[in-house]
């Protein structure tokens, strides 16, 4: 495999991206770069990458930080266990690590929401241990280069990959190839269009030789998307609205959102059922569609002007102009946009 290797590191020895976390040895800024960029764009993530380590510049920072603080910087980014196992992990750094980031392998996977993805990037990058990591990227030009047929979410999949990634491994060199090869499936050999004639591979790649590179990779399942009909009530006494914090399993853990009614089907909200309010005027308030990864939300807001704002526990009132001090969902902060309850137009 030396020639394979030889191949992706000179490349990317010319061709990395001048990004910061290349710039550092530091586990935690390293950390923080992965979670932020697992299911995110380079382009999308630096900025998070930037407040994240100016705000809170080393691990205690973050540690010591309130989660809505936490839950705040990370507005938009989707995803939010990352940013509650991020805020977790850094407590058990502090608690059972002194403050030191663990600098092995196992150390690394015991952090909250760490898999052998995380650990391997961590423990190759910084501290030269020989962990292949196996992400979307390296499945797709593993795959490709030996034409494997092999579904990527199968057991069998994940299995035969992680042990070829393991043989393919430059174990005196891990960090760079592993960050070559990751390289070169995010900027060289992409889903839909690979740029073949630039890869340092072409010259040995199984699907190149046989045309095949978009038979590949292989997955067996489709993900399955629920659709969901949801109706907020944007409840406002002439100042105030109210808000809830989300809490249990599903989506949005943390975030704040306002109270709903949820439907079968698109416009089932029957404006009777928001009598309980005591409403003097209900103004529709336009929708939008939310696209999540196992979900589409079809989403009606309601202004519902009342008197006087009745909460249940889980309730808190907040003015208007105050709203985006929360951690919001994205969902919200594009109705806040175009809301003419909060000064759209
Ligand atoms: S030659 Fe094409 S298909 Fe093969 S690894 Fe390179 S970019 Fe991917």
Same mark, same amino acid.
């Given at each position: 495999?030396?020639?394979?290797?030889?191949?992706?590191?000179?490349?990317?020895?010319?061709n990395?991206r001048?990004?910061?976390?290349?710039?550092?040895?530091?586990?935690?800024?390293?950390?923080?770069?992965?979670?932020?960029?697992?299911?995110?764009?380079?382009?999308?993530?630096?900025? %998070? %990458?930037?407040?994240?380590?100016?705000?809170?510049?080393?691990?205690?920072?973050?540690?010591?930080?309130?989660?809505?603080?936490?839950?705040?910087?990370?507005? *938009?980014?989707?995803?939010?266990?990352?940013?509650?196992?991020?805020?977790?992990?850094?407590?058990?750094?502090?608690?059972?690590?002194?403050?030191?980031?663990?600098?092995?392998?196992?150390?690394?996977?015991?952090?909250?929401?760490?898999?052998?993805?995380?650990?391997?990037?961590?423990?190759?990058?910084?501290?030269?241990?020989?962990?292949?990591?196996?992400?979307?990227?390296?499945?797709?030009?593993?795959?490709?280069?030996?034409?494997?047929?092999?579904?990527?979410?199968?057991?069998?999949?994940?299995?035969?990959?992680?042990?070829?990634?393991?043989?393919?491994?430059?174990?005196?060199?891990?960090?760079?190839?592993?960050?070559?090869?990751?390289e070169i499936g995010a900027l060289i050999?992409l889903?839909?269009?690979?740029?073949?004639?630039?890869?340092?591979?072409?010259?040995?790649?199984?699907?190149?030789?046989?045309?095949?590179?978009?038979?590949?990779?292989?997955?067996?399942?489709?993900?399955?998307?629920?659709?969901?009909?949801?109706?907020?009530?944007?409840?406002?006494? *002439?100042?105030?609205?109210?808000?809830?914090?989300?809490?249990?399993?599903?989506?949005?853990?943390?975030?704040?959102?306002?109270?709903?009614?949820?439907?079968?089907?698109?416009?089932?909200?029957?404006?009777?059922?928001?009598?309980?309010?005591?409403?003097?005027?209900?103004?529709?308030?336009?929708?939008?569609?939310?696209?999540?990864?196992?979900?589409?939300?079809?989403?009606?807001?309601?202004?519902?002007?009342?008197?006087?704002?009745?909460?249940?526990?889980?309730?808190?009132?907040?003015?208007?102009?105050?709203?985006?001090?929360?951690?919001?969902?994205?969902?919200?902060?594009?109705?806040?946009?175009?809301?003419?309850?909060?000064?759209?137009?």
């Amino acid at each position: 495999m030396a020639d394979f290797t030889t191949l992706i590191q000179g490349w990317f020895r010319r061709n990395q991206r001048d990004l910061p976390w290349r710039h550092t040895n530091d586990p935690y800024k390293i950390w923080l770069s992965e979670v932020i960029l697992q299911q995110t764009r380079v382009d999308q993530g630096l900025n %998070y %990458y930037l407040n994240f380590t100016t705000k809170f510049p080393t691990v205690f920072d973050l540690a010591n930080a309130a989660e809505d603080e936490v839950l705040n910087l990370w507005q *938009g980014l989707g995803y939010y266990s990352r940013a509650r196992n991020l805020h977790a992990s850094a407590k058990q750094v502090v608690v059972d690590f002194d403050g030191v980031f663990p600098n092995n392998y196992e150390g690394i996977k015991s952090l909250k929401g760490v898999g052998d993805y995380t650990a391997s990037a961590i423990s190759s990058i910084c501290f030269g241990l020989p962990h292949a990591v196996v992400d979307g990227n390296v499945y797709r030009v593993l795959s490709r280069y030996l034409e494997i047929s092999t579904p990527i979410d199968s057991t069998q999949g994940k299995k035969d990959f992680a042990e070829i990634a393991d043989k393919f491994l430059d174990v005196h060199n891990p960090g760079d190839h592993n960050q070559a090869l990751m390289e070169i499936g995010a900027l060289i050999c992409l889903p839909k269009n690979p740029s073949c004639e630039t890869c340092p591979l072409v010259g040995s790649c199984s699907a190149f030789s046989s045309k095949t590179q978009l038979n590949f990779p292989v997955k067996a399942k489709k993900t399955k998307v629920v659709k969901r009909y949801l109706n907020y009530l944007v409840l406002f006494d *002439g100042k105030n609205t109210v808000i809830q914090k989300r809490v249990g399993k599903g989506i949005w853990q943390g975030l704040y959102d306002f109270p709903f009614i949820e439907k079968e089907k698109l416009n089932g909200l029957e404006l009777s059922e928001l009598n309980q309010y005591e409403p003097i005027e209900i103004i529709q308030d336009g929708q939008l569609k939310h696209v999540l990864s196992h979900q589409e939300l079809y989403v009606s807001f309601w202004i519902v002007k009342v008197v006087k704002l009745n909460l249940d526990e889980s309730q808190i009132t907040v003015p208007i102009a105050a709203i985006e001090t929360f951690p919001l969902p994205q969902l919200l902060i594009r109705y806040i946009q175009q809301s003419r309850l909060f000064g759209a137009d």
